[in-house]
């Protein structure tokens, strides 16, 4: 068990690293760039510039479903023959960039997880918004529960039978039924959060939404090199349009706090 554990702990760290010293520089310095992120986002929620706390929660729990994708996603390409992908070298920059979503979203997690006890610990309020934010969570998720509801009761209407590929793909466990948790908790609430901000009813630290965004476009280029890699994966596609989600919403949020602060 504990050589097994040693071999994946191995096998993880070189697909991580790679054998490109570019590459090591790159993801060095974007982990560096997490580790600043965080720092700011901190230091803004003790200066009173805290993001929404549902908005914290809902990203982190966002945070784990693509967590759990990436590894899912890594998973099936440790079991892939480099026949199957087209040339060892894709298979080996899959596997690199996988890894590498890996650890980001491991220490997304950590960081946000010290954010939500800093905002407990400065006891900062509920607010309105952070309401706004739970349904429309809430509300993207419904459908989800009204398709299981649907398949449980085997409901044997016309038009549901003709929607037969679309429910199965959206089944609890699947890859795209995790990308919709995605869009349902972190994209659609961070629309939110940038509508709050553009109304004047909520601040974010400047500097902690650019590096944000920095991160943002760095997971997307590595989902799109996924993606690109293994076309036919359904995790691999899961995550890269999570990813672009993600981004999207994320950029939108800048650009309205730059015109605030304008």
Same mark, same amino acid.
């Given at each position: 068990?504990?050589?097994?554990?040693?071999?994946?702990?191995? +096998?993880?760290?070189?697909?991580?690293?790679?054998?490109?010293?570019?590459?090591?520089?790159?993801?060095? +310095?974007?982990?560096? %760039?997490? !580790?600043?992120?965080?720092?700011?986002?901190?230091?803004?929620?003790?200066?009173?510039?805290?993001?929404?706390?549902?908005?914290? %929660?809902?990203?982190?729990?966002?945070?784990?479903?693509?967590?759990?994708? =990436?590894?899912?996603?890594?998973?099936?390409?440790?079991?892939?023959?480099?026949?199957?992908? +087209?040339?060892?070298?894709?298979?080996? !920059?899959?596997?690199?960039?996988?890894?590498?979503?890996?650890?980001?979203?491991?220490?997304?997690?950590?960081?946000?997880?010290?954010?939500?006890?800093?905002?407990?610990?400065?006891?900062?309020? *509920?607010?309105?918004?952070?309401?706004?934010?739970?349904?429309? !969570?809430?509300?993207?998720?419904?459908?989800?529960?009204?398709?299981? %509801?649907?398949?449980?009761?085997?409901?044997?209407?016309?038009?549901?039978? !003709?929607?037969?590929?679309?429910?199965?793909?959206?089944?609890?466990?699947?890859?795209?039924?995790?990308?919709?948790?995605?869009? =349902?908790?972190?994209?659609?609430?961070?629309?939110?959060?940038?509508?709050?901000?553009?109304?004047?009813?909520?601040?974010?630290?400047? *500097?902690?939404?650019?590096?944000?965004?920095?991160?943002?476009?760095?997971?997307?280029?590595?989902? *799109?090199?996924?993606?690109? $890699?293994?076309?036919?994966?359904?995790?691999?596609?899961?995550?890269?349009? +999570?990813? %672009?989600?993600?981004?999207?919403?994320?950029?939108?949020?800048?650009?309205? $706090?730059?015109?605030?602060?304008?």
């Amino acid at each position: 068990m504990l050589q097994t554990r040693t071999d994946y702990g191995k +096998s993880f760290a070189a697909d991580l690293w790679g054998s490109s010293r570019i590459r090591r520089w790159v993801l060095a +310095s974007v982990l560096a %760039v997490i !580790a600043i992120v965080w720092w700011r986002i901190n230091v803004g929620i003790l200066e009173g510039r805290s993001p929404l706390l549902s908005w914290m %929660v809902l990203a982190e729990t966002a945070c784990v479903i693509m967590l759990i994708l =990436a590894t899912q996603q890594l998973a099936k390409l440790a079991a892939t023959h480099t026949e199957a992908i +087209s040339d060892a070298a894709g298979l080996s !920059a899959a596997r690199s960039k996988t890894a590498s979503l890996i650890v980001q979203f491991s220490l997304i997690i950590a960081g946000n997880t010290l954010a939500v006890v800093l905002i407990f610990a400065e006891d900062l309020k *509920w607010l309105s918004a952070d309401w706004l934010n739970v349904i429309v !969570a809430a509300a993207c998720m419904s459908p989800l529960v009204v398709f299981e %509801v649907l398949r449980r009761i085997n409901a044997s209407w016309r038009w549901l039978k !003709a929607m037969g590929p679309f429910l199965e793909a959206l089944r609890w466990s699947k890859p795209w039924a995790k990308c919709w948790y995605v869009l =349902a908790l972190k994209a659609f609430p961070q629309a939110t959060q940038t509508v709050v901000v553009f109304s004047g009813a909520g601040r974010v630290d400047i *500097w902690g939404v650019v590096f944000l965004c920095l991160l943002g476009a760095f997971r997307l280029y590595e989902a *799109w090199g996924v993606r690109k $890699v293994d076309k036919k994966s359904p995790v691999a596609r899961a995550l890269l349009v +999570s990813t %672009v989600a993600d981004f999207v919403t994320m950029s939108a949020l800048f650009v309205v $706090v730059l015109a605030r602060m304008g």
